[in-house]
Each structure stands twice: as structure tokens, then as C-alpha cells.
């Protein structure tokens, strides 16, 4: 009871409210006669064994370590399962073949939607822009905003990318001069990324690093903390079961849209203050918000929710795959020294030349690689809009050993597809599960075993639905952990420190023993000595 009344967020006991007390009961019937009707699906696909009746198998996903309970599924059953939705809301299937994936982000990119529980979740965050958009809607939006993140423009970025890592690094210096050592790095990294995506997508300057933008970046966390909480999970299995949930007056549903309420006054103010910006008129400016209204295509609604949209998955993403590469790193001290040696060899800076070639970094290139392999963002999950059949590079063995190489799959199936067990998949990667970077120096795994995303990872997705800002992505990560790395050691704090990730957009740190702190890497930092 204590869950659900946090769930609401009343005001009041559970108990005095007769409505409430009636609603679930009524809730609770509705769910038992769907699950005594629903038909059964995806028949020869293995089931592990049900963790609950209730909530089914998605409660251990959720409340564990991001990926744990999919990848030892994948290593038990292979890498095609079926799962029960919690609440009796049917069953779902679960991949991370290539050929199934290729399929449904590729092939049929446009007859696999987002779901009737998803889709309502990322309008209330962020809004109507390129993330929410499907069919046409999404065709003409990528078709508007492609410009804005070109390699070419990608690559201008660079010397605002470079100053701000150096504000950051100095930032970071300051505080270990004064006699700090244990740094948050995902706070540091998360306003060092805001900063940057301010300047370069939207010529305006949050200033994070000084105290900035923490209206944001505070809604973000807070939103981000709440999701991994039990109340959390609650919502999410509501909302699977019964999706009309997402418009009725429930403080922990509703409060989503908190993030675009914050960001939509800067959008509107950006949009106002560039439409009389000479830089804008006089085809200078090459930042996104610059380069779309020029080109006037986008309404100024569409032009908001696509300012939230970047801000929100630009910043945050970006900054956790950074902070789990200098996770990484601290718990390799090999790895560490060998990476700074090959990036103090080079004697100055990387430039953009450096960093796209990687001929004189190749072992950079390999850690920044491994890192965006074992810390992608969320688990994509799809409806399919038709009747359909999904191929499978890893056939199913059934136990009277019949073998499976496609799934007929019905109109309104749910598939998921859990990015980080794709990436880190044993049958195809052997210790998919270790971060080592040496792995893409030698032999990597068949071509016809991996997705075709970029560098045969999930991690940006594939297909024209893939993440539009990867290279921008790419750039940051590479020009701030170059340039940490280049001047600073870092260390775990303590020798039972241990972190597990969770998932909200992004994939949080979690310390062990701190989880009240909710998203959260501290790090011993001291300067580099040669």
C-alpha cells in the first residue's frame, strides 16, 4: 500500500479515499480477465522461469543491474526469449539476434512504431519532435534536421568542444588543488555536456561549469532517480497494462512533463532572440537552431520539441557514456596508463584530423570504442503495425528438437530489444561482459554475427531511425576524456566500491550501498606527475 500511495502521491491515507480503494479493485478484474482471454504468442520461443505472477518477469529486470537478467536468459536460452509483461498484460518477445534486429530498425523500420506505453512516455519528456515522430512525420522531421548535425558541421564544432573539456579539466583542477579528491564525475561530466550542446546546437551558453543551468539538469536527475525507485516500476508496469492510465491526474505520471516545462521558455526565448540574429540572416551561424531557421521548414512548436529533444538526449547521454569510460578506466589502471602514454606521445592536443583517423591513436580509439560497446543508452521496444515474420540469425531449438529460424509475429506484438545484452552477447562477442578495449585491436567477430549499426554496435542504433547526433557524440567523448586523461589519474574511491547501472533514458551509475544518492560516480581524481 505504501508503494501505491506513492505511486499517486496523495495527500491522504490510501484507506480514506473510497474511490481509490475501489479503482484498483476494478483495475485488478479488468487485468485477470484480459490474462484469462489473451491468446497465447510466440509459441516454441523459450520462457524462463516466472520470477512472479504478478509482475511477471519485468519487476527483476527493472529493479536489477541494467542487462543482468536478459544476459544470463541470452546465455541459458539464446539470444530470442518471451517474456510476461507484469500485470497480466501478455507477452512480450525479447531479442538480441542481428538478422531479428536488422529487421524490425531496418528493413521494416516503419511498420514497428513505438508502443501505446512508450510513445505517450517520451511526448510527456520531451515533446513531438524527432524521438516521438513515426511514418511520414519522422521522414520529413530527419529530413529537416540531417543538415544541422552533418560531419561537416560536426567538425566546425570542435574548437568550442576543445575549450569547453579545458574549462572542465580546469574546473576539475581546482577543486583537487583545493584539497578535494573525490569528484561526482557524472555531475561534472553532465555540465560539462550541457555547456558544449548549449553552444554548438543552440548559441547560447548555460555556463554550467560555473553554477548554470541547474534547473535542467536538477529535473533531469530527479526524474531520472524517481524512475528507479519501486514507485517507479509501478508506473511503469500501470502504464503497459493499461495505457489510458498516462492521461489520468497521477502527480508520479504527469510530473514527467516536467523536463519540457523547464526547457520550452529557453527554447521559445532561443528561437525569438535567433530569428533577429544577423548570424541566422546572414547564413553564418552553424549550430542546430541557427541552420533550422533558416531553412524555415520547422513550426515553432515542432522547432520547441525538437530543442527539448536535443537537450534532453543530447546532454545526458553523451555525459554518461563519459563518465562510465572514466569508471572504466579507474578500475584498469593497465588500460589507463598505457591510453595516457599513447595520448601524451602525440605531444599536443588531438585534433579532429586525429580523432576521425585515429592512425596515430588507435588504442584511444579502442577504449572509446569498448566503452560505448558495454555502456549503450535504453532498451528500444517496438509494436508491429502489421502481421509479419521475423528471421533469426541464431535459430531456437525447441526441447523436441525442432529448429526455429523465423517468428510469425501479429499485428500489435511487442517486441523489445535490449541494446547493452545485444552488444555484450556471448554467442557473438565470447566474454561480452568484460571491458576490453584490446578486443578491437585483433579479430573481431564474424560480420554476418553483428548489427550493422556503427561500428557493429547497437549503441547508436541502426537504420533510419539511428541516433542523428552520434558524431557529435563521438566528438565530445573522445575530445573530453583525451583531454582528462591527458592531465589526471583517476582511481576508485575506495576498494569495495562497486556500481551497477540502471536505466531511465540513459543508463545511471548507481554506487552500491549509496543507492538513496540515486545517479551518482564519485572518483578519486589527483593531477597526472610524469
Same mark, same amino acid.
Given at each position: 500500500?505504501?508503494?501505491?500511495?506513492?505511486?499517486?502521491?496523495?495527500?491522504?491515507?490510501?484507506?480514506?479515499?473510497?474511490?481509490?480503494?475501489?479503482? $484498483?479493485?476494478?483495475?485488478?478484474?479488468?487485468?485477470?480477465?484480459?490474462?484469462?482471454?489473451?491468446?497465447?504468442?510466440?509459441?516454441?520461443?523459450?520462457?524462463?522461469?516466472?520470477?512472479?505472477? +504478478?509482475?511477471?518477469?519485468? /519487476?527483476?529486470?527493472?529493479?536489477?543491474?541494467?542487462?543482468?537478467?536478459?544476459?544470463?536468459?541470452?546465455?541459458?536460452?539464446?539470444?530470442?526469449?518471451?517474456?510476461?509483461?507484469?500485470?497480466?498484460?501478455?507477452?512480450?518477445?525479447?531479442?538480441?539476434?542481428?538478422?531479428?534486429?536488422?529487421?524490425?530498425?531496418?528493413?521494416?523500420?516503419? !511498420?514497428?512504431?513505438?508502443?501505446?506505453?512508450?510513445?505517450?512516455?517520451?511526448?510527456? %519528456?520531451?515533446?513531438?519532435?524527432?524521438?516521438?515522430?513515426?511514418?511520414?512525420?519522422?521522414?520529413?522531421?530527419?529530413?529537416?534536421?540531417?543538415?544541422?548535425?552533418?560531419? /561537416?558541421?560536426?567538425?566546425?564544432?570542435?574548437?568550442?568542444?576543445?575549450?569547453?573539456?579545458?574549462?572542465?579539466?580546469?574546473?576539475?583542477?581546482?577543486?583537487?588543488?583545493?584539497?578535494?579528491? +573525490? %569528484?561526482?564525475?557524472?555531475?561534472?561530466?553532465?555540465?560539462?555536456?550541457?555547456?558544449?550542446?548549449?553552444?554548438?546546437?543552440?548559441?547560447?551558453?548555460?555556463?554550467?561549469?560555473?553554477?548554470?543551468?541547474?534547473?535542467?539538469?536538477?529535473?533531469?536527475?530527479?526524474?531520472?532517480?524517481?524512475? %528507479?525507485?519501486?514507485?517507479?516500476?509501478?508506473? @511503469?508496469?500501470?502504464?503497459?497494462?493499461?495505457?489510458?492510465?498516462?492521461?489520468?491526474?497521477?502527480?508520479?505520471?504527469?510530473?514527467?512533463?516536467? %523536463?519540457?516545462?523547464?526547457?520550452?521558455?529557453?527554447?521559445?526565448?532561443?528561437?525569438?532572440? =535567433?530569428?533577429? #540574429?544577423?548570424?541566422?540572416?546572414?547564413?553564418?551561424?552553424?549550430?542546430?537552431?541557427?541552420?533550422?531557421?533558416?531553412?524555415?521548414?520547422?513550426?515553432?512548436?515542432?522547432?520547441?520539441?525538437?530543442?527539448?529533444?536535443?537537450?534532453?538526449?543530447?546532454?545526458?547521454?553523451?555525459?554518461?557514456? +563519459?563518465?562510465?569510460?572514466?569508471?572504466?578506466?579507474?578500475?584498469?589502471?593497465? @588500460?589507463?596508463?598505457?591510453?595516457?602514454?599513447?595520448?601524451?606521445?602525440?605531444?599536443? /592536443?588531438?585534433?579532429?584530423?586525429?580523432?576521425?583517423?585515429?592512425?596515430?591513436?588507435?588504442?584511444? #580509439?579502442?577504449?572509446?570504442?569498448?566503452?560505448?560497446?558495454?555502456?549503450?543508452?535504453?532498451?528500444?521496444?517496438?509494436?508491429?503495425?502489421?502481421?509479419?515474420?521475423?528471421?533469426?540469425?541464431?535459430?531456437?531449438?525447441?526441447?523436441?528438437?525442432?529448429?526455429?529460424?523465423?517468428?510469425?509475429?501479429?499485428?500489435?506484438?511487442?517486441?523489445?530489444? $535490449?541494446?547493452?545484452?545485444?552488444?555484450?552477447?556471448?554467442?557473438?562477442?565470447?566474454?561480452?561482459?568484460?571491458?576490453?578495449?584490446?578486443?578491437?585491436?585483433?579479430?573481431?567477430?564474424?560480420?554476418?554475427?553483428? @548489427?550493422?549499426?556503427?561500428?557493429?554496435?547497437?549503441?547508436?542504433? /541502426? =537504420?533510419?531511425? !539511428?541516433?542523428?547526433?552520434?558524431?557529435?557524440?563521438?566528438?565530445?567523448?573522445? +575530445?573530453?576524456?583525451?583531454?582528462?586523461?591527458?592531465?589526471?589519474?583517476?582511481?576508485?574511491?575506495?576498494?569495495?566500491?562497486?556500481?551497477?547501472?540502471?536505466?531511465?533514458?540513459?543508463?545511471?551509475?548507481?554506487?552500491?550501498?549509496?543507492?538513496?544518492?540515486?545517479?551518482?560516480?564519485?572518483?578519486?581524481?589527483?593531477?597526472?606527475?610524469?
Amino acid at each position: 500500500m505504501a508503494v501505491i500511495h506513492d505511486f499517486l502521491q496523495l495527500d491522504r491515507p490510501l484507506s480514506t479515499w473510497p474511490t481509490y480503494a475501489v479503482l $484498483p479493485l476494478a483495475f485488478f478484474l479488468f487485468l485477470v480477465l484480459r490474462y484469462i482471454i489473451t491468446q497465447e504468442k510466440f509459441r516454441g520461443v523459450p520462457e524462463p522461469p516466472l520470477p512472479s505472477w +504478478i509482475w511477471g518477469h519485468s /519487476e527483476k529486470v527493472h529493479n536489477t543491474t541494467a542487462g543482468d537478467h536478459f544476459g544470463q536468459w541470452f546465455n541459458k536460452y539464446g539470444p530470442t526469449i518471451r517474456i510476461k509483461a507484469p500485470l497480466w498484460a501478455g507477452k512480450l518477445l525479447v531479442t538480441a539476434d542481428p538478422a531479428a534486429i536488422h529487421h524490425i530498425l531496418t528493413t521494416k523500420c516503419y !511498420n514497428y512504431t513505438k508502443s501505446t506505453y512508450t510513445r505517450p512516455f517520451v511526448e510527456r %519528456i520531451i515533446g513531438r519532435g524527432l524521438i516521438w515522430a513515426e511514418g511520414d512525420m519522422h521522414r520529413l522531421q530527419r529530413k529537416q534536421v540531417v543538415p544541422a548535425f552533418s560531419p /561537416e558541421v560536426v567538425n566546425r564544432m570542435e574548437p568550442v568542444v576543445t575549450e569547453v573539456s579545458l574549462k572542465s579539466a580546469a574546473k576539475i583542477g581546482s577543486m583537487v588543488d583545493h584539497g578535494e579528491n +573525490i %569528484i561526482d564525475m557524472h555531475e561534472m561530466m553532465g555540465k560539462t555536456t550541457l555547456d558544449i550542446f548549449g553552444l554548438v546546437a543552440l548559441n547560447h551558453d548555460f555556463n554550467c561549469l560555473e553554477g548554470g543551468g541547474a534547473e535542467i539538469r536538477q529535473k533531469v536527475k530527479k526524474q531520472a532517480n524517481d524512475f %528507479i525507485k519501486p514507485s517507479g516500476f509501478l508506473a @511503469v508496469a500501470a502504464l503497459r497494462a493499461f495505457p489510458p492510465i498516462a492521461h489520468l491526474p497521477i502527480k508520479a505520471i504527469q510530473e514527467h512533463g516536467s %523536463i519540457r516545462e523547464a526547457v520550452t521558455p529557453l527554447a521559445l526565448e532561443l528561437i525569438q532572440r =535567433g530569428k533577429n #540574429d544577423d548570424q541566422v540572416s546572414q547564413n553564418k551561424g552553424n549550430d542546430f537552431m541557427s541552420t533550422m531557421l533558416r531553412n524555415g521548414e520547422m513550426s515553432d512548436q515542432r522547432l520547441i520539441d525538437n530543442v527539448v529533444t536535443f537537450i534532453v538526449a543530447g546532454y545526458d547521454s553523451t555525459s554518461g557514456s +563519459i563518465t562510465w569510460g572514466l569508471y572504466s578506466l579507474a578500475r584498469n589502471q593497465r @588500460v589507463q596508463d598505457r591510453l595516457r602514454q599513447e595520448l601524451l606521445a602525440l605531444g599536443r /592536443e588531438p585534433t579532429v584530423k586525429d580523432l576521425n583517423t585515429m592512425e596515430q591513436l588507435p588504442y584511444f #580509439d579502442a577504449v572509446c570504442k569498448e566503452t560505448l560497446r558495454m555502456y549503450p543508452v535504453t532498451d528500444p521496444e517496438r509494436v508491429a503495425h502489421e502481421d509479419d515474420v521475423i528471421p533469426l540469425r541464431f535459430p531456437i531449438v525447441t526441447p523436441e528438437g525442432e529448429q526455429i529460424s523465423a517468428i510469425p509475429i501479429k499485428k500489435g506484438d511487442t517486441i523489445v530489444m $535490449p541494446i547493452i545484452c545485444s552488444n555484450r552477447l556471448n554467442a557473438v562477442w565470447g566474454d561480452g561482459d568484460t571491458w576490453r578495449p584490446e578486443r578491437w585491436l585483433g579479430e573481431l567477430p564474424p560480420k554476418d554475427q553483428l @548489427v550493422q549499426g556503427w561500428a557493429n554496435l547497437l549503441t547508436f542504433s /541502426e =537504420g533510419p531511425r !539511428n541516433c542523428i547526433g552520434f558524431r557529435l557524440a563521438i566528438l565530445e567523448l573522445k +575530445i573530453i576524456i583525451a583531454t582528462l586523461i591527458r592531465r589526471f589519474v583517476f582511481t576508485l574511491p575506495s576498494d569495495d566500491f562497486e556500481v551497477q547501472g540502471r536505466y531511465f533514458a540513459t543508463l545511471l551509475p548507481i554506487v552500491k550501498g549509496q543507492e538513496s544518492k540515486g545517479a551518482y560516480m564519485p572518483l578519486k581524481v589527483t593531477p597526472y606527475e610524469e
